[in-house]
């Protein structure tokens, strides 16, 4: 089974940046999207982006949230079977528990039930 393991998070001053890592291992599939969610204390976790990885696949491949969209940027290194979330201009509400997660559904990838496996998430605290 694939498994999934974030790095990167931090503390970092309003207007800073971070980058997160997903570095996933047992991979062996040729098709299948990674996403990032974050949790903030006593709220529901939300999409944040997502990335379509499929040699063959004329849809849309990069997903972003409204509200990170023009600050965050989401890639992946297929060699390392790594996907990253650099996220510059922080605000203090993108503080979070941020995870990426492993789904093989291509069209919904919006959306937390597309996903079947989850990492364990990084804490992101952002101060004003």
């Known amino acids: 089974q694939v498994q999934l393991v974030e790095s990167g998070g931090g503390l970092v001053q309003a207007g800073g940046s971070l980058r997160l890592s997903c570095a996933a291992s047992?991979?062996?599939?040729?098709?299948?999207?990674m996403g990032w969610f974050r949790q903030a204390p006593g709220k529901e976790r939300e999409f944040v982006a997502a990335?379509?990885?499929?040699?063959?696949?004329?849809?849309?491949?990069?997903y972003y949230a409204d509200s990170v969209k023009g600050r965050f940027t989401i890639s992946r290194d297929n060699a390392k079977n790594t996907v990253y979330l650099q996220m510059n201009s922080l605000k203090p509400e993108d503080t979070a528990v941020y995870y990426c997660?492993?789904?093989?559904?291509?069209?919904?990838?919006?959306?937390?039930?597309?996903?079947?496996?989850w990492g364990q998430g990084t804490q992101v605290t952002v101060y004003s």
């Open positions: 990335i379509v990885a499929a040699i063959r696949w004329s849809g849309r491949r990069i």
């Open positions: 047992r991979l062996t599939f040729s098709s299948y999207a």
């Open positions: 997660a492993f789904s093989l559904d291509l069209v919904a990838i919006t959306t937390i039930d597309a996903y079947d496996i």
